[in-house]
């Protein structure tokens, strides 16, 4: 049976598009606020929730520490295997709560402090499964940060032209102008509606909000978690190698004037195909026309077109790409079809 209460744990999750300022806003958070342990970016939670408390329950201990050794995130807690095996092993029947719990406790050791009353998660897939976290933990809080696509769009491009060492852009996903500002229509339209539906476990800031008054909306933050505030700064979000090239700057105080470099650091073209595909929400939400109104007509079109066609070559390449892949290599093919299939049925 799921749980509706997270027991003496305060769970938070931070939703986002891509680059939209929430790995700067989580260190802010795990710097600022009281007695807050701060996850760097994991996939095996949100794994968790979707298998639910019915099947976690009925997990082995050995099963656990399998699917969480198996998340290449995992190695971001830096924790070790005994520790792995400590948080792993638990009396039949505990929820998935409780195991969060243990994991935060441990985590928290690992980091010099004895126990955090709050753990925050944040990875932008949590989308998929709100109403999973909700119904086991129904006063889980989601902080949203929204940032202006034409900002995040621009800095989604501009990593494609620069040299990212031992990141590889292509885990960024699609950089068409188009396909992503409709990712970003879809999300922030999925927010809402979770928003209507969950109207006390929701909290949307904007990366705006934050660059203008950070105190002030950290401050909001700390209220839905239930933390408060501190002077001065406590232990940094920790990052591994290759995402702190991604996030160069999230030590630094947010910049107010990086709120509209996008207006020189966008391409027009790219502008335009991102206010034609999301101007609607944009509007809405306080993101008024800029590029749409400084172009002619016949520009608006053929930029239109070349969005579109961008979109259609974005959205076959990778298929494309697969099957080529699978062709080439059928024994890691069916090995990664393998542990497809054990993530999605456990126990088999």
Known sequence: MASNTSGDIQLGFILYVSRSGSTMLANKIARRL?????????DFINQLFAYG??????????????????DPTFKDLALTPDDLKSVTRFSPGQT???FIRRLTDCYAKSQGRERADCAVFQRGTTLTVVPEIIGACRN????HIMRDPRAAISSVIR??????GAFNVRDMGRRDARGLALNWKRYV?????YEARYPDNILEVMYEEVCADLDGALHKIGQLLGARLREGDAAKLEIDTKQ???HKHIDSAPLAERTTAWRTELAGHHGVI????AGQEMQERGYDPWFTERHSDTQRLVYGVVGRAQYVIASILPFLKRVRHAIRTPGATFRILRRRFAKTHPGH
């Open 34 to 42: 009281e007695n807050v342990t701060v996850y760097p970016e994991l």
């Open 53 to 70: 408390d019915a099947h976690f329950t009925a997990m082995t201990a050995e099963r656990l520490e399998q699917l969480i050794a198996a």
């Open 96 to 98: 998935l709560i409780e």
């Open 140 to 143: 889980a809080r989601f902080i």
């Open 159 to 164: 990593l494609k032209r620069i040299d990212m």
């Open 189 to 193: 339209s999925r927010v809402r509606h």
């Open 244 to 246: 702190s090239q991604l």
């Open 274 to 277: 991102v206010e034609s595909a």
